[in-house]
């Protein structure tokens, strides 16, 4: 069974830095692309940052570009969102999202872990 | 401002039929990009509940389908349960941003 678990969300202030991890078990991870999608409170769905199965092309969404990285570590089944400079829009659930399967593209998200809230704020 | 549109919300009585609409562009689901679209029940993450336009993962109903023409995508639910009651998102690729797109989502209430 696939399961994600995001951890590392919490209260940082406008500027600081905040490091999220998304630990990966049920799937071979180093073949599935994987992507963090944000969701500020009582908003909708905001695609962040992607990642392909190997790590060797990311993509972020132009609200984050410069500020967010995205990485992963296949030897230990875990994927990272490195946010600095954070500003008061940041502020949501973000979720980890593995795509359905591998067939290339952009494929949709099939698992999704249960989030983690990032809070900006002084 | 979503790229893609769809209605803030819709509503039905039980058993009754109802449709969301996601309404994109010519760089977006008029170019071919296919739509999926998720459920997010109060409190949850959300769920995969149709990919690939009109695909259902196991363990959807056969009561929620999809279809699209154009820059137009719908979901229905036929047989609305109140378990139905939540928020649904519709999301495709979109050529021009080089990135994926979603809906603003539609909360659906059951009578």
């Known amino acids: 069974e696939v399961h994600l678990l995001e951890s590392g969300g919490g209260l940082v202030q406008p500027g600081g830095s905040l490091r999220l991890s998304c630990a990966a078990s049920?799937?071979?991870?180093?073949?599935?692309?994987m992507s963090w999608v944000r969701q500020a409170p009582g908003k909708g769905l905001e695609w962040v940052s992607a990642?392909?199965?190997?790590?060797?092309?990311?993509n972020h969404a132009d609200s984050v570009k410069g500020r967010f990285t995205i990485s992963r570590d296949n030897s230990r089944n875990t994927l990272y969102l490195q946010m600095n400079s954070l500003r008061a829009e940041d502020t949501a659930v973000y979720y980890c999202?593995?795509?359905?399967?591998?067939?290339?593209?952009?494929?949709?998200?099939?698992?999704w872990g249960q989030g983690t809230l990032v809070t900006v704020s002084s | 401002q979503s790229v893609l549109t769809q209605p803030p919300s819709v509503s039905g009585a039980p058993g009754q039929r109802v449709t969301i609409s996601c309404t994109g562009s010519?760089?977006?689901?008029?170019?071919?990009?296919?739509v999926h679209w998720y459920q997010q029940l109060p409190g949850t993450a959300p769920k995969l509940l149709i990919y690939?336009?009109?695909n259902r993962p196991s363990g959807v109903p056969d009561r929620f389908s999809g279809s699209k023409s154009g820059t137009l995508a719908s979901l229905a639910i036929s047989g609305l349960q109140a378990e139905d009651e939540a928020d649904y998102y519709c999301?495709?690729?979109?050529?021009?941003?080089?990135?994926?797109?979603f809906g603003g989502g539609t909360k659906l209430t059951v009578l």
């Open positions: 999202a593995k795509v359905l399967d591998t067939s290339g593209g952009y494929r949709p998200f099939g698992h």
């Open positions: 049920g799937f071979i991870f180093s073949s599935y692309a």
């Open positions: 990642i392909t199965g190997s790590g060797g092309t990311t």
């Open positions: 010519s760089s977006n689901i008029g170019a071919g990009y296919d």
């Open positions: 690939d336009n009109n």
């Open positions: 999301q495709s690729s979109d050529s021009s941003l080089r990135s994926r797109v």
